[in-house]
């Protein structure tokens, strides 16, 4: 017999908190074990109009690290999380907080879309405000 309803939406609840945790502490390894093999990263900057794409655990490390690497003081405060069980979605808002490489300080207001497939991240797509 399969997960009820409400252990579904507590899993992927669960997960987005452990995410954004895993995500302020710049534990890469941590992050990426919510990662399945198979997984799909949007990052918001990119030659496209999705921004850049990246595929498989090994290219979303590559581009995650570079995240770590470009602001290594990232911070996502005052998360919130959302779950749609029937879509195996979850969303999390955050304000994101860093000093870029050059000394250039950030904060702009973003979103990540997650999906699921059996507990773990198949897909990440995120977006943030543009700040001029």
Partial sequence: MGASREDMMADIDASLRSLCDAFNAHDLERVMGHFAEDCVLHMPR????????????????????????GLP???????????????????????????????????????????FRDGKVVEKDSYWKIVE
């Fill in 46 to 69: 990119g030659p496209q109009p999705w921004g850049a794409r990246y595929e498989g655990k090994d290219d979303v490390r590559r581009a995650l690290a570079g995240r770590f690497e």
């Fill in 73 to 115: 003081d990232v911070h996502y405060g005052s998360e919130r999380h959302f779950v749609d069980e029937a879509a195996r979605t979850g969303i999390s808002k955050w304000v994101l907080t860093g000093t870029r490489r050059d000394g250039v300080r950030i904060e702009v207001w973003g979103c990540d879309f997650y999906t």
